[in-house]
């Protein structure tokens, strides 16, 4: 009904002389851009969840959408891409081995798949809860605990999951390479254990 309107004003004052038809065409023009004018709204029911977090195997991609689920694709010889039905909904963080996945759920939960050559995806009980981050190496997995403690399991040749003491306590964040684990400690130090070819894990007297 507005449209219709602003047409019939516009036929009637093009007859009132030329400046004024002028002033009015603008006028009509600016008021027939803003009745047309229709903002797009988002439908919530069918807005799609963006997503939030990645992570990368070896052959495998992992991504966490904003609505707490897990979508992975990629090689998937080992399942690391079959997202079991507790890593549907409530996940936080997500990490990637080699060959596995591994979630944390917002109940403070791990759940890993993929993978199990070394049990990287037997979670522990020690992990089953109070768990504040995850990350995953080649064949093991890591997990720090609120209570600022590091728990690790999987393959261990390399001494990577075995935790050293000063590692129990006081850790803030943590990583792992394929074959080793390290900790990032609230007082600004760093530590890391496991396999140590290169160096990887002898920390320069500045860390």
């Known amino acids: 009904m507005a ?4 047409e019939k004003n516009f036929v009637f004052n093009i007859f009132q002389g030329s400046g004024f038809v002028f002033l009015k065409t ?10 047309l004018y229709v903002p797009v709204v988002a439908d919530a029911a069918t807005e ?24 992975a694709w990629g090689e998937n010889n080992y399942g690391q891409c079959d997202v079991p039905a507790s ?17 944390l759920k917002s109940d403070s939960s791990v759940v890993a798949w993929g993978q199990n050559n070394f049990g990287q995806c037997n979670v522990p ?12 190496g080649l064949g093991h997995t890591a997990v720090l605990k609120s209570d600022g403690s590091v728990i ?50 002898d920390v320069p007297p500045l860390l």
């Open 125 to 136: 009980a020690a992990a089953a809860t109070g768990v504040v981050e995850v990350t995953a």
């Open 26 to 35: 603008v006028l009509i023009i600016t008021l027939i851009t803003t009745c």
């Open 152 to 201: 690790s399991w999987g393959w261990n040749e390399f001494g990577q999951c075995s935790v050293p003491a000063n590692a129990l306590s006081g850790i803030i964040d943590i990583d792992a390479g394929a074959y080793h684990t390290v900790a990032l400690k609230s007082d600004g130090t760093v530590i890391a254990w496991g396999f140590n070819s290169r160096g990887q894990c």
């Open 48 to 71: 799609r969840p963006g997503f939030i977090e990645t992570a990368t195997g070896r052959h495998h991609t992992a991504a966490l959408k904003s609505d707490g689920s897990v979508i």
């Open 3 to 6: 449209h219709k309107t602003i």
């Open 87 to 103: 890593a549907a909904s409530g996940v936080i963080a997500i990490a990637a081995g080699d060959f596995h996945t591994v979630a």
